[in-house]
């Protein structure tokens, strides 16, 4: 039984973290909009079931990216609160990959929604 409430304190944990994110993160709250814009327009235009499972797959992916970036950030930020090269390095790549989700996810959905609108 411990096991069972060991695992569901692990979602609450993982919801209170997404919570936390939405919070105190202006590009999350840009993401949660864009990701309810991408959700109502997939649904009016009446998507095929490939379509909306690889919406669903670029929509994670801007979210995971922003999720790490914004994780990585914060540890940099406490472990090095002074500037120092290697860290902006690698907080410059953090969010690259943010701008290579975000890019890989408009190029998607313009490649699905173009052509309904043709």
């Given at each position: 039984?411990?096991?069972?409430?060991?695992?569901?304190?692990?979602?609450?944990?993982?919801?209170?973290?997404?919570?936390?994110?939405?919070?105190?993160?202006?590009?999350?709250?840009?993401?949660?909009?864009?990701?309810?814009a991408?959700?109502a327009?997939a649904?009016?235009?009446?998507?095929?079931?490939?379509?909306?499972?690889l919406?669903?797959?670029?929509?994670a992916?801007?979210?995971?990216?922003?999720?790490?970036?914004?994780?990585?950030?914060?540890?940099m930020d406490?472990?090095?609160?002074?500037?120092?090269?290697?860290?902006?390095?690698?907080k410059?790549?953090?969010?690259?990959?943010v701008?290579?989700a975000a890019?890989a996810?408009v190029?998607?959905?313009?490649?699905?929604?173009?052509?309904?609108?043709i």
């Amino acid at each position: 039984m411990q096991t069972v409430r060991n695992r569901l304190r692990s979602f609450r944990f993982a919801f209170n973290g997404i919570l936390a994110f939405l919070r105190s993160e202006p590009n999350g709250r840009i993401h949660l909009a864009a990701t309810a814009a991408v959700i109502a327009l997939a649904c009016w235009l009446r998507c095929t079931l490939t379509e909306w499972v690889l919406l669903t797959l670029v929509m994670a992916l801007v979210w995971i990216t922003e999720m790490l970036n914004t994780a990585i950030e914060k540890v940099m930020d406490h472990l090095s609160p002074e500037r120092h090269p290697a860290v902006k390095w690698i907080k410059d790549v953090a969010a690259g990959a943010v701008l290579v989700a975000a890019i890989a996810a408009v190029v998607t959905g313009l490649l699905i929604f173009i052509p309904k609108f043709i």
